[in-house]
């Protein structure tokens, strides 16, 4: 099974940064995309990014301008900059992969999210 173990959040000031990882094990045979997303009890789990195998790149509205995702294929990691932040953008980021499992067959994962407040 694949594994994504996620790390980076906490307790941030508005205004300011943080930088989320997620890091990918397990056995499969290929990433198809990695991305996050974020939810906040009792609504939605809304789309913030996504990074596909191809180098496609998408955000989700409310964050398009403040965030950046990134990759690191060889640790079969993505990270999620994200700037200019405000007490609305607190939430469980969760870490999201696509894989084609060793199967061969896709499969979606989640981590078990991490928590980012936003707050002074």
């Known amino acids: 099974q694949v594994q994504l173990v996620e790390s980076g959040g906490g307790l941030v000031q508005p205004g300011g940064s943080l930088r989320l990882s997620c890091a990918a094990s397990?056995?499969?045979?290929?990433?198809?995309?990695m991305g996050w997303s974020r939810q906040v009890p009792g609504k939605q789990r809304d789309l913030v990014a996504t990074?596909?195998?191809?180098?496609?790149?998408t955000y989700g509205d409310s964050v398009k301008g403040r965030v950046t995702i990134s990759r690191d294929d060889a640790k079969k990691t993505v990270y999620l900059e994200m700037n200019s932040l405000t007490p609305e953008d607190t939430a469980v980021y969760y870490c999201?992969?696509?894989?084609?499992?060793?199967?061969?067959?896709?499969?979606?994962?989640w981590g078990q999210g991490t928590q980012v407040t936003v707050s002074s």
């Open positions: 999201q992969a696509v894989v084609r499992d060793s199967d061969n067959t896709p499969r979606t994962y």
């Open positions: 990074f596909s195998r191809d180098g496609g790149v």
């Open positions: 397990g056995r499969m045979i290929s990433i198809y995309l």
